[in-house]
Structure formats: C-alpha cells, structure tokens
DNA sequence: CTATTTAGTTTTCAACCTGAACTATATTGT
DNA sequence: ACAATATAGTTCAGGTTGAAAACTAAATAG
C-alpha cells in the first residue's frame, strides 16, 4: 500500500521540460523543428525552449543542423534533431540465432549483425559470451562511425524480470531462473543494457515501426514455437503486475482440449504452436526454418491437411483475440512471429473467427500482419533503450 | 501520436506535494500523523510540510486534532487528519432501486438512503429526477451536519464514457447513448459528479474497503443481471483505451456454447448470468431477489439442480478467469454481485477449475468472495470522488 | 534602405523547495 | 525547582526554475 511517491522539487521540472522538449523533437523526425516551433508545440516560452534545448546540444543528444529557411519573412529558425552521433544497441537471443544491431537517436537502424548459434540448452554464460563479442564488434564499428553508444536493450524468448535482470523461464533455451551479466555487453554505456520479454519487444516494435502508426490500440500475438503476445494500450506497453502480461499463449480457448504443457488443457498454444500446426499439417520433423518453409509451400499450392491446420489454428487464435477484445476493449488484432509466413491463409480465419464470436468489435481491416521480419525483437529491444534515453536525458546532463 | 502534453511549471511542484501530504495523511487513518512525521514519510523538509499543512487546513481539507502525545520527550506534535466536515456523495442507478450516501473525507460512511424504485425502461429524466430529490435529502443532512459537499460519483449498470457524462449502453434499464445531466446532482460541489460503470465501481470498493487490502492485482467477478467486471492493477482499476475494461461476461469460455444476446457463442455470460443459473436451477420466474433468495435455499438443502447450476457457473467463471490471470498476469479472483450470496458453493467451483486450467497460477486461498453488501457500487462511486479530491487538492487552495 | 516580421536572448520577477538557525514545548535527572 | 535534552514547528536566506516582457539578430518586402 505505502508506495515511496517521491517528492516534488524544483529540479523535477526541467527534468520533465528536458525530455518534453526531447520528445518534441523526436516526434518531428523530418521537420527538424526549430526553437521557436518546440515553443509552440510544448507550450513553453521561448526563453525555455531556450535554455532546455541549450543542455541537450551540451549534452550530445541534440545537434544544430544549420538554418531553417523556408522562404518566408524574418529571421530563420536553427533546425534541430536528434544527435545520429549517439545511438542505442539492440540485442536477441533466440533458439536459433543471436543478434545485434546499432539503433542512432533518429531511429536508424545503422548497423545490424546476426550470428547463428543454437542456443537451446547452451548455459547462459556461454551464450552470454557469444553475444558479448558479436556487441563489441557493433560497438568497435559504431566507435569507428564516430557514433556514441548510451544504452542498450536485450529481448529473450522468455518470462523475465526486467528490474532484476533475470530470467524467470525461457523453456526454448531450457534456462530456469538465470541471472544474466547484463553489465558485460556494454560496459562504458551510461543507461547499462535493460532486459525485455521478446514477444513484448516484437509488439512494441510493432507500435513504433509497424502498425502502431495506425491502431493505438491492440493484441499483438506472435507465433514462435509457443504463441506469446503484447498488449498495447493507448501507445504504450501493458505490462502487468509484474512485467509479464500478454501471455496469450495459455488463455483457454477450447475447456475439453488436450492437456497442455504447463498443466492445463485446451490452452491456445496446443492449437496454434508451432509443433501443433506442423503436426495437424503433417509436416515431418526437422529445423523449424525449414518445417516452415515446407509448410509454406504446401499452404501455396492447396494442400488440404495445411490448410486445414492454419484454419484451426486462425480460429483460435481469434477465440482468444474475441475474448481480449472484450476483457480490455481493444479493437485491433495483429499477428507476428511465425503468422507473418501464413499470413494469407490465417488472417481470414482470425477475421472469421472474430465475427463469429465478438461481432462488432475487431472490423476485419484492423486484423493485420505484421511486415517486419526477423528484426522485430530487436527493434523493439533497441526501441526501448532509446525511449528510456529521451524519457530522462536529465542524467547526461551537466547538472545530471 | 500526438499527445498535448502539458509543460512542467514551477508550480507543479507545490501541486504534487499538496497532493502527497494528503495522500500521507490518509494512509495513515489510525494515526493522526504530526508535520514531523509526514515529513519524515515524504521526504519534504519540515518547513515545506508545515507551509503545505497551512494551505490544507485554511482549504479545509485537513484539520488539526490536538496534541498528539506519545510519553517520548520533546514538544508534542499536533495531530492532522482529513477533515470530516468535508466530504463527497456515492450514487448509483440500478435496475430496482436508487440510492445515495454520504462519505467523509476520512472515509465514513455517514448517511446512506435507498429509494426502490423500477428503473428498468424508465426515462433517464424521470430517473435523475427522482435521483436528484434522494440526493438532495442527503445533501440537506450534510448541511444540517455541518459537512460541505466537494463532489460525487455515480455507477450505472452499463458501459459509459465517464469523460463525457454519457451512457452509450445500459442494456437492463434499456438506456442507449444518453447524456445525463449530471450538474443538477450536486450543483454546489466545486468538483461535480462523475459518471461511473457499476462494476468498476464495486471492483475499486473492494480494492479500497474489502479484499484489496490483501490483494494489489486482482479480477473482479460480479454476477449482476448480466456478468460484469473490474480488472485491479498495482492496486489501481485498469480502466482500458476507451474506459471499459473489465467486460469479462462476454469472454468465450465453451466456443461450442449457445448464441449470446450480443451476438457471439459461449460467452460467460450464458452460463454464469442471473437468467442463466435459475434457468439451470428450476427456479421459476419472478422479482429477481425473491428468485436469488429460493435459489439460496435450494443450495442450503442440497437441492441437487440448483447444486448443479451453481458448479457450472462456478466452473465457467474459473475457466474466464484462468484466461484472465495468464493474460495479466493476475494472481487473484474476488466474486461480487450475486455470487456473494452463492459464495459457499460457487467459490469451490472457481477453485476447481482454476486449478485444472491454470495450475499454480491463482492459489486457492486468493479465490475470495466480496464481504460488501449491496453498498459496494455506491462505496466504489464515493471512494473515486474521494480519491478526486484528494488528488488535486491545489483547486480548492486560496491560490487555486 | 527602411519597415516589417520572425528567431532567439537577456533581464526581471515570482513560486517554491532546501538547509540552517531559531523558537516552542515537552520529559528527564539532579 | 531547574538545567539539560529532545522533539516539533517556524523563520529566513539561498538557489533553481519558468513566465513575461523587453531586447537583439537576421531575414524579406516594397
């Protein structure tokens, strides 16, 4: 019950107004806005915008990028934008690959590296130290550009705890538990390398790379081997209690289902896992890249038992998409992780399955695929690093 | 994208404080805490609390109760508590009755008048008028007691836009995008009547006076007419994108279950609704509280039907539930409304099928059932005006 | 080349918290 | 009784911050 609010001090406003003006101007990522235009976007007199904008070109964060002219009278505005000379790394460990990618302020993805690496059952510590080479090979290239590294965020296929730094289960990495050393990847960053569930970091990269530009809204569901999912609420991350929500995987979808791996039955990933669609499409074992390959080819050339597979799995999905649209009065639906490959044949069935069971609440057109490919995690991991960086640019500051 | 995010002024600070010295004196209901200690517990220096404190009692929010002496040595310390010559009214339109109360600001429940009254396709004028006339009863006793009105909630049985004061849909009194003219409630009030859902409201009465003193995150189950709900977060209601989270009597838990009345399959609704449990039970038609009452008696004699209909309810609320707690990562279930008065046989069944959907996720000691009576939606509507108040107190300063 | 318009800076001022010194009022020990 | 001590609360100087308004800078229009 007794949260420590903290108290307000003076210094708590230029701390809000740094990052205000911070966001301003990533919010206007062509315009280049100049000191007298954030004025009248934030709201702030133009002697503020002044002396805020004056620490985050100190800072770094910020740079002058000559005149704005534009043809009208008066003097011209100074265009401002964010730094490219400062930028944030984005990390994945997944089953069958690690990766690594150089994010700059201005959301330019400059450098993006992937290692394959079977990770599944690997200990932790070796496949930290995978990692961490492949991120000082982006830090030595960003170093060579010139380009300061300031944080950092790592997605994993997993339940985590994002404040500790741990990993509470990720049962496709067969790591129970596992406190990572986040510490070694970047070491010199002043805002260190922040943890995040990748189905979260895929959603969210959703949100600003993807179809977040048109819904504000929605459940994003990824298939991977299990079906994990984000929720976005008004622009912004669901998280729950405990930083893990959207774990659609599990929602009980059909009571007299199979039993389920973590102990109950009929959960949605029994219907629409990867093993259970390649099971029901009779897709012989194999790597996944490939069983999904293989799976693709038969969707394209009408194979029944595929169709079929996708179909059922479509249904559930939008069961469990019917259900939280109602619980959370959401209105849009989007699909990643391995969906995006079925996009054709599943979003129909979703669509279908929606009317059927919550009519009136998720209209076909905002049941969408998501087009970003395997960098989603990433993106989103990286997303958040930066985020966290123009939330409280105070601490790169002189005063900081 | 856009939102209009408001610059920090330097006053901001004081606001946010005045806020947080309230909010430390509420939490502290027994105590009666002393400027020393609040400054202790807000981290603000003495002189700040004993400047915030002067405007809180010339405001009238706060008073001063006498020396606060303890044995230890040292000047005594004057006692502060929330003023109970302040205070905000609770109301609630529902389908057979109207009532209104009064709560102090120290969180008593002074005055409490019921009207019965069959609301159900009656005008939404005709219904606020009578309203309005039971509330200005109460409003008369305050008066007569010498307690000044600050504001009041209203919960309707129905999804609302609390923002705009309207009704888009109240199915039992058959109200359809209304605007209610919530001003006439409590014209004096500097902080007016907001409109609340029903089941929301009771959700944050349990939170604020029953369950959630044990729980911070919870599920809100209330069997009304139909099956409403209330999502508790971090010890907050999740309101949802649009305010109407919490509609978990539409969620698909038989996807083969018969057609809903809002057009969907095997919604909860169907099975755990009023109409839908005495169908099940035999209990032929009637009032529905005289059919809730045979309903008891049949389940205290063992009456095998209405044992029946109860474990099925009990065993879809569950399944409803097990969804809800993996999606959010709940962790607990309190049922309200009608299934207060099935607790004993209900709660067993939600129990049940909680472990069998969703082992290890809901323990069954955090199954509870409500302990507020009928009250619960009013207690919820007062305690959101309450907590209104309390939150941006700087409105009714001198310099406000 | 002056008037006008827009950008950005400087100056003055008020709000408000911190920190330290100070006053007020109690208990404890002799 | 009375000094010592401890705790509560107030007063006042100091520093940070943004608002408001005056001012300087740099462009275009005629």
Same mark, same amino acid.
């Given at each position: ?20 003006v ?43 990028? %000559?005149l704005?002219?534009?043809? @009208? ?15 944030? &790394? ?9 990766? !690594? ?9 400059? =450098? ?21 080479g ?5 830090a030595?290239? !960003? ?19 994002? !404040? ?27 805002? %260190? ?25 929605y459940? #994003? =569901?990824s298939?991977?081997? %299990? ?10 991350? #669901?998280? %729950? ?11 009980v ?17 029994? #219907?629409?896992?990867?093993?259970? =669609? ?12 490939e ?5 693709? @080819? ?24 019917a ?28 669509? @279908? ?7 009136? &609440? ?5 049941? !969408? ?14 997303? =958040? ?8 640019? #105070? ?6």
């Amino acid at each position: 019950m007794n949260e420590p609010v903290a108290p307000g001090r003076v210094g708590d406003v230029r701390r809000r107004n740094l990052s205000l003006v911070l966001d301003s101007i990533a919010r206007t990522p062509d315009a280049k806005p100049s000191r007298a235009q954030l004025s009248a976007a934030t709201g702030l007199t133009k002697a503020a915008v002044s002396s805020l904008v004056a620490d985050l070109v100190e800072s770094g964060l910020v740079s002058e990028v %000559g005149l704005y002219r534009d043809g @009208e009278r008066g003097r011209p505005g100074v265009g401002l934008e964010l730094s490219t000379r400062r930028g944030v &790394v984005g990390m994945e460990i997944n089953v069958d690959y690690l990766s !690594a990618g150089l994010l700059d302020l201005g959301g330019t993805l400059r =450098i993006h590296r992937t290692l394959e690496s079977g990770n599944r059952g690997q200990s932790p510590e070796s496949v930290m130290s995978l990692l961490a080479g492949l991120v000082s090979d982006v830090a030595a290239e !960003a170093s060579a550009a010139g380009i300061m590294l300031l944080g950092g965020g790592l997605a994993v296929p997993g339940l985590v705890d994002s !404040a500790a730094g741990t990993v509470a289960t990720a049962p496709n990495l067969h790591w129970h538990g596992v406190a990572l050393q986040l510490d070694r990847l970047l070491p010199d960053a002043p805002f %260190g390398t922040v943890l995040h569930n990748e189905a979260n970091c895929a959603a969210l990269a959703e949100l600003w790379y993807g179809h977040g530009l048109d819904f504000r809204d929605y459940l #994003f =569901i990824s298939g991977e081997v %299990g079906v994990g999912g984000g929720l976005v609420i008004g622009s912004e991350l #669901f998280a %729950g209690p405990r930083g893990q929500a959207g774990e659609v995987g599990h929602m009980v979808v059909e009571p007299s289902g199979p039993d389920c791996s973590c102990g109950g039955h009929g959960c949605l990933e029994s #219907f629409a896992g990867q093993e259970a =669609i390649f099971a029901e499409a009779g897709i012989a074992p194999g790597a996944a890249s490939e069983r999904l390959a293989r799976l693709g @080819e038969h969707l394209a050339s009408g194979d029944p038992a595929a169709l079929t597979a996708v179909a059922r799995a479509g249904h559930y999905v939008g069961i469990a998409a019917a259900s939280t649209a109602r619980l959370m009065n959401l209105s849009a639906v989007v699909l990643g992780g391995h969906f995006t490959q079925m996009g054709p044949w599943i979003a129909p069935a979703v669509v @279908e399955s929606l009317a059927d069971y919550a009519p009136g &609440v998720v209209s076909p057109a905002r049941v !969408a695929v998501s087009e970003l490919g395997q960098s989603a995690a990433l993106l989103g991991a990286a997303g =958040i690093a930066l985020r966290s960086v123009l939330a409280s640019p #105070f601490s790169l500051t002189t005063s900081g």
